[in-house]
């Protein structure tokens, strides 16, 4: 399946059964203290993705990268068409937020292109790479 395809079940069971734990669906919903029917309908996207208190929790269990954290809050804010749970507080109640959406509308109005983007992310990766060395 295509990553920009990926719904948010489909991700969480690839996580699961790609740990060499071999987690069962058992294992995983007593880890999250949450059913075994509850967890493969989510598994299975019949039911809405995790909050961000289980999203971290599953996280943890399976050592996930920060990458893959915060592809389970854009996967889980798309199914619930809001902005990803680990970014609300910043982009609603923050300066960098009012920055960002100014940003963003920018970039709806044509105004920001695809390549001013990519600029700026790159501009940040070098940032954090000399951060780093340092």
């Known amino acids: 399946m295509k990553e920009q395809y ?3 079940g489909d991700f969480i069971k690839k996580k699961r059964l790609s740990d060499p734990r071999e987690l ?10 949450m059913s075994i029917g ?27 990268s920060e990458e893959d954290k915060a592809k389970m809050y854009d996967l889980a804010a798309r199914e619930r068409n809001q902005i990803p749970a680990d970014l609300e507080d910043i982009m609603m109640y923050d300066n960098i937020g009012e920055m960002a959406r100014f940003a963003l509308r920018q970039s709806n109005a ?25």
Not at 39 to 62: G, H, Q, V
């Open 6 to 8: 990926m719904r948010f």
């Open 24 to 33: 069962t669906l058992k294992d995983m919903s007593e880890r999250l203290g």
């Open 38 to 64: 509850m967890l493969s309908d989510i598994e299975n996207n019949r039911k809405k993705p995790f909050d961000s208190d289980k999203i971290e929790k599953f996280a943890e269990i399976l050592g996930l």
């Open 110 to 134: 044509g105004v920001v292109t695809e390549e001013d983007w990519k600029k700026f992310i790159r501009e940040i990766e070098a940032k954090k790479r000399r951060q780093k060395s340092d």
